[in-house]
């Protein structure tokens, strides 16, 4: 099993729509997990942590089920410019190096 | 405050040569991370150091690959006699010393082409 998956997609949805995005995890002793965002082949960019309680950054809302090993992406009204593939990220406890999920992507339509 | 800096951006090498790509971390940033990315996957981790030390191996290929951050200079990713699945998107990221604070910021990275 990998340690980060997540559905490749793509996801195809049109100017506005709301789009939602699933990553599970193996490891319950990872501690850290974030959202990465890449284009077309360029280097990764954070998007946002997530935390237990959920966090929300403008039209982003990310969510952690730590039970279910389980980590959600919320993207509303969405724009042309948020194609990419989003990445699910963790690390395990006592390890910085961060696990990437092979990614989710996104083709936003006009 | 310039971001992480990868240099070559674009490498290209015949089967048999050797590959240096070099990364200057961000000012500040004493931990520097290197990933491979295939063509259609995801990114891979390889190795983690500090300055002058490997912490973290455990993704590197056992043979060819070796790397090296030291005391003065940019990090530096070496891959001996190359062959053409080594052909991918090298990318490295750098992060602040301090403990918990596990976010990267990577560079452009390099794209390696072995002929």
């Known amino acids: 099993r990998k340690e980060v998956e997540q559905d490749p997609g793509p996801f195809n949805v049109p100017e506005g729509a709301t789009v939602a995005f699933n990553c599970t995890y193996s490891n319950s002793a990872s501690q850290s997990f974030f959202w990465y965002r890449q284009d077309c082949r360029k280097e990764p960019k954070l998007l946002m942590s997530v935390y237990s309680s959920g966090n929300e950054d403008g039209r982003f809302t990310a969510q952690l089920n730590r039970a279910s090993q389980y980590i959600s992406l919320l993207i509303r009204d969405s724009k042309l410019s948020d194609s990419a593939t989003y990445l699910c990220?963790?690390?395990?406890?006592?390890?910085?190096?961060?696990?990437f999920g092979s990614g989710t992507r996104l083709q936003v339509q006009p | 405050n310039a971001g992480v800096m990868q240099n070559p951006r674009h490498l290209v090498r015949r089967r048999g040569q050797e590959a240096r790509l070099r990364c200057s971390p961000m000012?500040?940033?004493?931990?520097v991370y290197w990933y491979r990315q295939l063509p259609e996957e995801g990114l891979k981790f390889m190795v983690y150091?500090?300055?002058?030390?490997?912490?973290?191996e455990s993704g590197m290929p056992k043979e060819r690959f070796s790397a090296e951050f030291p005391k003065e200079g940019p990090s530096i990713l070496r891959i001996q006699q190359v062959v053409r699945g080594d052909s991918a998107a090298y990318f490295c990221?750098?992060?602040?010393?301090?403990?918990?604070?596990?976010?990267?910021?990577f560079g452009s990275g390099t794209q390696l082409s072995v002929l």
């Open positions: 990220v963790v690390n395990k406890e006592g390890r910085r190096a961060l696990t």
């Open positions: 000012k500040g940033h004493s931990h």
């Open positions: 990221a750098s992060s602040p010393p301090s403990q918990g604070n596990e976010k990267l910021f």
């Open positions: 150091l500090q300055k002058e030390n490997i912490i973290d």
